[in-house]
């Protein structure tokens, strides 16, 4: 059974008589990557940010309708209400989220300790803004 991103590559592939190289050379990708995903029966991990752009782009779709199928071929599974702007939409927050269902239930009580004590401390301090990964 294919997964979703495997679904909508073949699909698009199809629809267009595309070839996977003309997929990557459109989106700035490498042939063997449009290929992998294409046909990986399971994708380990979610694919980063550029691929995900490259693929959107020579597949000629909306990057959240790539993102949506790469996570659920992931076995993760976002939920919006509308979709993400794109110019806006963080990845990471998307897939922390989506993430926390696939933990334990103790796993998960930790991580809501760990996001109450952060927001607890984020509060305490007036001017704190978010982390900029700067020391």
Request: proline residues 5%; contains cysteine; charged residues 25%.
């Amino acid at each position: 059974m294919a997964n979703a991103l495997q679904e909508l590559v073949k699909s698009r592939l199809e629809q267009q008589g595309w070839s996977y190289g003309d997929v990557a050379r459109r989106g700035g990708i490498p042939r063997s990557t449009v290929h992998h995903l294409a046909t990986a029966e399971r994708v380990t991990r979610m694919p980063q940010q550029g691929t995900l752009e490259g693929l959107a782009r020579g597949l000629e779709l909306p990057l959240d309708s790539v993102r949506r199928a790469a996570a659920e071929a992931c076995g993760i599974h976002l939920y919006f209400e509308e979709p993400a702007d794109t110019a806006t939409a963080d990845p990471e927050v998307a897939t922390l989220i989506a993430s926390v269902q696939r933990l334990s239930v103790a796993d998960r009580r930790h991580v809501t300790a760990l996001i109450e004590s952060l927001l607890r401390n984020a509060d305490a301090v007036p001017d704190s803004g978010p982390d900029t990964g700067s020391a």
